[in-house]
């Protein structure tokens, strides 16, 4: 999530909501590549956006999520330098960077604070940021709740790894991309985006456990299609509103005596809830049944059992609506038109909230028709433009073409 929500904007190319598809965004970069820095790269790398099924605002409690990384995706195409500089040109924001990355100072907002905090990030961690030049480009919608600014942190540490040959430690890296929102941008995001999206596996979910970081790929089940829909509604500078919830959690944690309310079960929760606040109540019931539900879907998703993890997103939805209190209007009328429709097991909000995207279920024969009409009817109860789209599940960040790739 970023403070702005500038990472991986588009400005030109493919219209909004359809991807460029990967071919489409390799194409490009490469051949910017050759246009600006003459030759072809030595590596190309990629980064997903994600979505998240399940488990929402429950990362930086020390609890469970349940996302995708999805193939909507950050490239960059580079070659590393003799100098120690890099110099990287953003296609979508029509920009390029140049910096030292050992003397990186924070200059502003904007996609390159994401590429500075890496460099930040690396040094810091004792480990080697070495120069390269490149071209980056993305078709993840920025703002959307898609982690679009995650995808450019990992791509950039992807890309930093190739040019300096460090050995790629998925866990490790999704720790440096979180430091970078942390410490760097300065919202107090959890570890789900950057775990996923640096080690997200084709054609399942991950249940993580925020706290172990143990990870365990569910099969996404099949004949099911996961459609994003996107409202079209941003909110700009959730971070203070998305601080206020992590703070609010950290109370409730501490009335309940323990280190995070992922050590609160729905039995305790009940027992012991009596002192709180009507506000930090609403919050804590929402992230200990979130838990639960996500636990839930996991095992849903093991038995291929559809109709129930679809169910569990309802709940989740609900539950983010009335006792997280952040959703928003449009994406309160967008999930009740979808589960209104033929096929459509669940549907609910999906990332930090505010605005943004909501995640449907669906089956996948009735899914074409699912995305016309959930767009149709939205479109004439809001008079928004809604964006649907079904999306698959994807591999994490990965390098796709370079010396022993
Ligand atoms: C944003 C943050 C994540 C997580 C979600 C809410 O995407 O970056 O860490 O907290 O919101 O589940």
Wanted: net charge neutral; with cysteine; proline share 4%.
């Amino acid at each position: 999530m970023s403070r702005s929500g500038r990472a991986g904007e588009r400005r030109s190319g493919t219209p909004p909501g359809r991807g460029a598809g990967a071919a489409g965004v390799r194409e490009r970069v490469e051949r910017e590549f050759a246009e600006r820095f003459g030759g072809a790269p030595t590596f190309v790398v990629r980064a997903p956006g994600r979505v998240n099924l399940i488990g929402e605002h429950t990362d930086y409690n020390d609890g469970f999520v349940l996302p995708i990384a999805i193939d909507r995706e950050v490239r960059i195409a580079l070659r590393p330098r003799g100098d120690g500089r890099v110099v990287l040109r953003s296609l979508d924001y029509d920009e390029t960077l140049v910096l030292e990355p050992a003397a990186v100072r924070r200059t502003g907002a904007g996609w390159g604070e994401y590429v500075k905090g890496v460099a930040w990030a690396l040094r810091e961690a004792g480990l080697t940021a070495a120069g390269w030049e490149g071209v980056m480009a993305g078709d993840v919608p920025r703002g959307a709740g898609l982690s679009s600014s995650a995808a450019v942190e990992l791509a950039a540490l992807r890309a930093f790894a190739a040019a300096g040959g460090l050995p790629w430690r998925p866990l490790e890296m999704a720790r440096l991309g979180q430091r970078v929102e942390n410490a760097w941008i300065g919202v107090a995001s959890g570890i789900m985006d950057q775990t996923v999206i640096a080690a997200g596996r084709a054609g399942h979910a991950l249940l993580i456990d925020c706290r172990s970081l143990a990870i365990e790929p569910a099969p996404l089940p099949d004949g099911a299609a996961v459609v994003v829909l996107d409202t079209g509604t941003r909110r700009g500078l959730v971070g203070s509103a998305y601080n206020d919830r992590r703070r609010q959690c950290e109370a409730a944690a501490r009335h309940f005596g323990v280190a995070a309310l992922r050590d609160v079960a729905l039995d305790g929760f009940r027992e012991r809830a009596a002192g709180l606040d009507p506000v930090t109540h609403r919050r804590a019931r929402h992230v200990v049944t979130e838990n639960d539900r996500t636990l839930r879907a996991a095992d849903a998703m093991r038995r291929g059992d559809v109709a129930g993890l679809g169910r569990l997103m309802d709940a989740s939805h609900a539950s983010l609506r009335d006792d997280f209190q952040v959703t928003n209007a449009a994406l309160d009328a967008i999930v009740e038109i979808a589960r209104a429709q033929p096929g459509c097991h669940g549907a609910r909000m999906t990332g930090a909230g505010f605005g943004g995207c909501a995640v449907a279920l669906v089956d996948a024969d009735a899914a074409a028709a699912f995305v016309a009409e959930v767009g149709r009817r939205y479109a004439a109860l809001t008079g928004l433009r809604a964006e649907c789209y079904v999306c698959q599940a994807a591999d994490g960040a990965s390098v796709e073409k370079g010396p022993g790739a």
